[in-house]
């Protein structure tokens, strides 16, 4: 079977998502702000509240499990169990995040959307349909190669 290409670096792409994110936690609130948390998750990392380690770590740790599903799903590593429910799951989640990320900042006045900028919500809601379109593209592609033996 030869590898399923869009997997590959959706996963690569989860990966390095995971790996900003440990990052952040490394270089506290510049990082924080740099990455886009914006000022008050960056304020709080500066008056030492672990709310934004926990928070950033927990995110990493679920980035880099997906990355683990893209790989497997890519034939890299050993099937998981629930290995399209969960990529199902994945591609939804980064291209939700991705489309409603776009829409966001010019449908609501939330505090917790406005407090960071435009470029902000544009960019990394790009990024989410960038992801989620790897993971779509090689889920469908897993999904055809299981039904065409």
């Not at 629930?82 to 980064?94: G, P, W």
């Not at 449908?107 to 790897?134: D, E, K, R």
Request: net charge neutral; glycine share 10%.
């Amino acid at each position: 079977m030869t590898k399923n290409r869009p997997l590959v670096i959706a996963g690569c792409l989860s990966f390095l998502a995971s790996l900003l994110h440990v990052l952040c936690i490394w270089g506290g609130p510049d990082w924080y702000l740099l990455l886009g948390a914006g000022q008050e998750m960056a304020d709080m990392a500066a008056a030492g509240d672990l709310y934004p380690t926990l928070v950033t770590a927990f995110i990493a740790v679920v980035l880099a499990l997906w990355g683990v599903f893209a790989f497997s799903g890519a034939g890299i590593i050993i099937q998981l169990p629930f290995l399209k429910t969960a990529l199902i799951l994945i591609t939804s989640i980064y291209l939700l995040r991705g489309v409603a990320g776009l829409l966001a900042p010019f449908v609501t006045t939330s505090a917790a959307i406005q407090q960071n900028s435009i470029t902000f919500w544009l960019v990394s809601s790009l990024i989410c349909c960038v992801y989620g379109t790897c993971y779509l593209l090689g889920t469908i592609r897993l999904w055809g190669e299981e039904n065409n033996p």
